[in-house]
C-alpha cells in the first residue's frame, strides 16, 4: 500500500483529481468508483474545472458509487445520487446511461443488491475505485464487525456512521439508520483504489490503520493491505497522528 500526504485538502484534492484525469486520458472508457462525503468535494471541483478548462473528457466513462441511503428516493435532496448530480455529474459529460448508483427505494432490494454485482461483473472491473474513510475505518459502508459481506448488501449503520451523517440532514433524527452498499469483494476486485482522507477527525483511524498492519474486519480499511494496488493520500491533518507514531517509534 502506498501512502502520500499532500500539504493540505486542496493539494489532496488535486492529486487524486489529477489520477482520475491521468487514468481516464489513458483509456477513455475507464470504468470509475465513486465515493460521496466531504471528503472528494474538492477533487469533484478539480475535475469540473479539467472538464470545462482542459476538456477532459468523460463521455465513454461509466462510473458506480459505493452506496446509498435506505428508504430515500433519487430525487431526495439527501440522496446520494442528488449529491452525485449537484457535485458532479451535472457539470462534466458523464452520459446518463453509464451512471450506475444503489437505488435505496428498490423494491426488492435483495434483487437489487444482487442486480448491482451483476452490473459490475458485466461492465468491469472497476480500473480506479476512489473511498473515503469513515472514522471507524468504515469504506463504503461496510462497518466494522466480526465478519464483513463479500457481495451488496443492506448494512445497518454504526452509531457513529449516524452521528457524523446527520448534520447534513435538516433534521438529524432523519438520518436513515440503514444503507446499501458494495461489499468487500466488489471493493478487492477493483484494478486500482484510491483512499481519500483529510482533516484532524481522521487523524486517530489513519494512525491506526498505518501504525500496526494489521487486517481486521474491526477495521475494514485495513484489507486494502491485501490489495495489490492500492494509494492512500491524506492531507498532513490527518496524516498527522501517523507521522507522529513513526518518529516516535
Ligand atoms: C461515502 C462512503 C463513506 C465515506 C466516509 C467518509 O460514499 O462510502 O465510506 O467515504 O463515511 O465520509 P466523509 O468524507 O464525509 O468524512
Known sequence: MKTSVAYDYRDMSKMAAKMVADAIRARPNLVLGLATGGTPLGMYKELIRMHIEEGLDFSQVTTFNLDEFCGISPDNKHSYRYYMCQNFFNHVNVKPENIYIPDGKAEDIEEFCREYDRK???????????????????????EPADRLKVDTHVVTLAEETIRDNGSFFDD????PKKAITMGLGAIMKTKKILLLANGRKKATIMASLLKDRHVTTKLPASFLYLHPDATIIMDREAAGEALERKTAG
Not at 461483473?121 to 475505518?137: A, K
Not at 438529524?172 to 438520518?175: C, G, Q, S, T, V
Open 120 to 142: 459490475i461483473e458485466e461492465l468491469g472491473p472497476i480500473d480506479l475505485q476512489i473511498l473515503g474513510i469513515g472514522r471507524n475505518g468504515h469504506i463504503g459502508f461496510n
Open 172 to 175: 438529524p433524527l432523519d438520518m
